[in-house]
């Protein structure tokens, strides 16, 4: 197996981890505080999100060309920017 191979098998299993785990910490928060964390994760995800796609809308209409996204990047973005903030409130409520 070619080394490009495997490194994209291990970045895309590591994208679907970070999925199935966005997933189960929204269904599964724990108490007040770790309820507090993912709200705030979640909050900030969507704001992230939203100018993403706000972005994305403002350079189709320059070029010209409309481009969609693909399902795939916007979900993994997504999972990215949940784990990191996620991560970084517990950290700071000490979660």
Request: aromatic share 10%.
């Amino acid at each position: 197996m070619p080394a490009g191979a495997l490194i994209f098998l291990v970045v895309l299993l590591i994208f679907a981890g970070l999925d199935v785990f966005l997933v189960v910490t929204l269904f599964h928060p724990g108490d007040e505080r770790g309820q507090l964390m993912v709200w705030k994760a979640g909050s900030h995800t969507l704001l992230v999100m939203s100018l993403v796609l706000v972005l994305d809308v403002a350079h189709n209409m320059v070029t010209g060309q409309p481009e969609m996204v693909n399902p795939f990047t916007h979900l993994t973005i997504t999972a990215i920017v949940y784990f990191c903030t996620l991560m970084y409130f517990k950290r700071k409520h000490g979660g």
